[in-house]
């Protein structure tokens, strides 16, 4: 198995910067690059780096030299990087996905009481057209989510219903 060039360096001191690492490491070899991580909102650093030499050899003298290296009261430690397993690299792969849109997909139908609408309009049992229009075919008479009357309305319907079916005006229900 071939060895790599970049370190994977942890427990570092939080006061630590790249330029602290990089002058540590290049007395051992030349370094491609210095990358401490970095929360996103805090801007602190999380304690941990990544670190690529030019030189297999020089990583090798670098590991063996700075691994346990106690800076401000921490002991450092220093590793080669063993990378994401693939597995890990695809689930984190995101496609880009066009927003969802909120599509009604039953339109509601509002309906407004007539008689809140229209204050002379007077419910009566004996307006069967009327009261037709709020009973389904088996006779019973809608809910308020298809009728549109208010509560108070609706009680009202019910009892004229009712008593228009009791007087023979309207069938009954099945």
């Known amino acids: 198995m071939e060895k ?21 490491f290049e007395e051992f070899g030349p370094c491609l690059s210095v990358v401490i991580a970095v929360d996103r ?10 670190i690529e030499m030019e030189n297999v050899d020089d990583a090798e003298k670098a590991v063996k030299a700075l691994n346990e290296r106690v800076i401000n009261s921490r002991p450092m430690k220093v590793a080669f990087d063993k990378g994401k397993p693939a597995e890990v690299r695809e689930t984190t792969k995101q496609e880009y996905f066009p927003p969802i849109q909120r599509v009604p997909i039953f339109k509601r139908n509002r309906r407004m009481d007539p008689y809140v609408q229209d204050p002379t309009k007077e419910l009566s049992y004996r307006d069967v057209n009327a009261l ?9 008479l809608l809910s308020r989510k ?24 309207m069938a009954y229900s099945k």
């Open 4 to 24: 790599r060039r970049r370190l994977f360096v942890s427990n570092i001191d939080f006061e630590v910067t790249n330029d602290d690492l990089r002058v540590m």
């Open 41 to 50: 909102e805090t801007k602190r650093s999380r304690g941990f780096a990544f």
């Open 132 to 140: 037709a229009r709020f009973v389904s075919e088996r006779g019973r």
């Open 146 to 169: 298809y009728t549109g009357l208010s509560s108070y309305n609706q009680r009202k319907m019910k009892k004229a219903v009712k008593r228009a079916q009791s007087l023979g005006l």
